[in-house]
């Protein structure tokens, strides 16, 4: 998988700018003093800069950048306006403006005694990933052209595939060895041993959100249902007890909603649960994350013009994969259960129709009015599982749902319903605090009313009106009385169309910041 660019702290020398071959990036306050040990030609450009009207303009976060300054070894010298009182979100983003350009070398960064130092790390870290592990040569005109270019370095090493027998002449082959080296960060600043340590944490967090955007970015004759269960199951290595149910044990509990979604793929359906048990004798969190490998709509196919982009409808089982890496990683004391349905919903002659009555784990049955709302299925057997066997003090799930949420809330904000206002204030108190935008929408009985079937017990769509409400409605139905439960449709936020401010264009793996947060400000023994 791709790992963070490797940042070592250690104490402030400004005798090293001049000298350091590379790139070197100075945190500045507005109308702080620059270090003394620039070279006087660098200090005279770099003030130059910071007085211009571009200079003056700078907001928190943002950067100048001066090529080959005079007098040092670097390749170039990056400004970034910071004041001491910054918030997280600006510090991260100050972070981010230096790890958009770490490319392959070795950057030198100087935050001083800022309070937000930590936070400066995260950013470089988030905003360094690049996924480019496919690409056999660098672009012959340098980075593409945009408001926030891709870093071309390849970075990335590739867990081996395992792929499926049908799909592995058309696989690319994963590289043995990333094709170029690897950037690497030398963070100056006061107390590192204390901010060392502090940041190990954060790199647990940054580990996992990784490994989710790896998950989301693969193609899907690499990240087959197999290969995704695979990759899973390697997490035992960190920690985590997993369990792979094949077809067999699926089709024993019932799971007909969810197996119904898969039976017109080559691939075979699984549910893959992890477990982290760090919480002593605690009920766990149950998170369940939809997987659905690739999305053509079934019978009830997607236009084919961005259909592509079905490569992501895992997405939220990638979250939940994420976040029990960075549970493991930093060794959270916490019990928390992740639940992911892996399927894959394709047109053949044995997928299901329109007009199929299903019956759920659960027993519901269910009218199947469109093989695209597929997702609800997939998530409606395996919410139900995880309560049945785990009995969960609270159940979150995630899924890149419908296309609704997009058209109230855009790329900005992830949907997210709820049963319990405290699960649901504390879940949105944790993504403000990591900047992740989520929204809380409405539930109830009018929009239930929308999904009742002629046929069945429920349909699984209400139609375009209120698309996501009726879908997290439907969900809601297998959730039992009295359990706190959340759904954040993430369908906005997962696969982005450009760069957000801690990612470089691709996926962002939203949500892992935030339920690592909720975790550890509600279920974590202190």
């Known amino acids: 998988m791709t790992q963070p660019a490797p940042i070592t702290f250690t104490d402030i020398a400004t005798d090293r700018l001049a000298s350091h071959a590379g ?10 003093k620059l270090p003394s040990g620039l070279p ?7 003030q130059r800069a910071l007085d211009s009207k571009a200079g003056r303009g700078l907001k928190p976060g943002a950067a100048l950048e001066l090529a080959f300054p005079a007098g040092m070894a670097a390749d170039a010298l990056t400004l970034v306006a910071l004041p001491a009182g910054a918030s997280v979100a600006e510090a991260r983003k100050a972070g981010a403006a230096i790890g958009a350009k770490l490319g392959t070398t070795h950057t030198l960064v100087l935050a001083g005694g800022h309070r937000r130092a930590g936070d400066i790390a995260l950013g470089i870290a988030l ?14 005109d340098g980075p593409e052209t945009g408001p926030d270019p891709i870093p071309q370095s390849v970075t990335h090493e590739a867990d081996t595939a395992v792929l499926a027998d049908a799909q592995a002449d ?22 590192p041993e204390a901010l060392a340590k502090a940041a190990q944490d954060a790199a647990a967090v940054a580990e996992g959100v990784f490994f989710t955007r790896d998950l989301v970015n693969e193609p899907a004759n690499v990240l087959t249902t197999t290969d995704f269960a695979d990759r899973l199951k390697a997490m035992e290595e960190i920690g985590l007890t997993v369990e792979v149910l094949e077809e067999e044990e699926l089709h024993g509990l019932g799971m007909r909603a969810l197996l119904a979604v898969g039976q017109g793929s080559e691939s075979p359906s699984r549910v893959v649960v992890m477990r982290w048990n760090g919480g002593g004798d605690e009920a766990p969190l149950a998170l369940v994350g939809k997987g659905v490998v690739f999305d053509t709509g079934g019978i009830s196919i997607k236009p084919g013009a961005g259909m592509e982009e079905m490569t992501m409808d895992m997405g939220g089982a990638g979250v939940v994969a994420g976040v029990m890496r960075t549970l493991a990683l930093r060794r959270a004391r916490a019990n928390v259960v992740g639940l992911v349905g892996l399927v894959e919903n394709m047109p053949d002659g044995r997928a299901y129709r329109p007009g199929d009555i299903l019956k759920s784990m659960k027993g ?8 695209d709302a597929e997702g609800r299925l997939v998530l409606a057997d395996v919410l139900w599982y995880a309560q049945t066997r785990f009995t969960p ?13 997009i058209i109230a809330l855009g790329h900005d904000n992830a949907g997210v319903f709820a049963n319990d206002d405290a699960l649901a204030d504390t879940l949105l108190s944790a993504a403000r605090a990591e900047g992740e935008g989520a929204w809380r929408l409405p539930l109830g009985q009018p929009y239930d009313a929308l999904i009742k079937s002629r046929l069945a017990d429920m349909k699984n769509t209400g139609g375009r009106a209120a698309g996501s409400i009726t879908a997290a409605q439907f969900l809601q139905r ?41 975790i550890r400000d509600r279920y974590e023994a202190r």
């Open 23 to 32: 790139r070197v990036a100075l945190i500045v306050a507005p109308g702080g």
């Open 40 to 46: 006087r030609g660098a200090r005279e450009a770099a």
């Open 127 to 140: 905003r360094g990933y690049d996924f480019s592990v496919y690409q056999t040569k660098p672009a012959e």
């Open 170 to 191: 058309s696989a690319p082959d994963a590289p043995d060895e990333p094709v170029s080296e690897k950037a690497r960060v030398t963070f100056m600043a006061k107390d």
């Open 364 to 371: 519901d049955t269910i009218e199947v009015v469109n093989t």
């Open 393 to 405: 003090k609270a159940v979150i799930d995630l899924a890149t749902l419908t296309g609704a949420v």
């Open 478 to 518: 297998f959730i039992r009385k009295g359990q706190p439960w959340a759904h954040i449709d993430i369908a906005g936020v997962a696969l982005p169309p450009g760069a957000t401010d801690l990612a470089p264009r691709g996926a962002t793996g939203w949500g892992v910041m935030t339920l690592n947060r909720l």
